[in-house]
């Protein structure tokens, strides 16, 4: 047996396990909704039902509510990920209309991951 160090004695290995929720469901959304509050951000998932000439209809599935701290990780755990699957699979093009926040860059093409989020 080795010796161990103070701080190996107290450091211990941990596992992340996933259960899910007897009541968890899978939603499919088109639309997303963003409210923000000083205290927290919701963030409503919808789908587009119908879209007339004079009137378009969107069927709300589910609100998350975030702090703003966790919503901010979680803005930059999406960027991280959306780089990773362009380099993988290609540039996810969005036309220029939709996009809130231009998340390309000319010389890269892509996001990346070590791109800055816009500041608050």
Do not use: C
Not at 56 to 74: C, G, M, N, R, Y
Not at 82 to 93: A, M, T
Not at 98 to 114: N, Q, S
């Amino acid at each position: 047996m080795t010796a161990q160090t103070k701080d190996q004695k107290t450091k211990t290995e941990r596992t992340m396990k996933r259960v899910r929720s007897p009541n968890h469901v899978s939603v499919y959304a088109n639309n997303v909704q963003i409210e923000v509050n000083l205290f927290d951000i919701k963030v409503s998932f919808g789908e587009l039902m119908e879209a007339r000439e004079d009137q378009v209809t969107f069927e709300d599935k589910v609100t998350v509510i975030f702090s703003p701290q966790h919503a901010k990780v979680l803005a930059a755990a999406l960027l991280q990920n959306i780089g990773n699957y362009e380099k993988q699979f290609g540039i996810i093009n969005i036309p220029k209309e939709l996009a809130v926040i231009d998340v390309t860059t000319e010389k890269r093409g892509t996001i990346d991951a070590t791109d800055k989020l816009p500041a608050g």
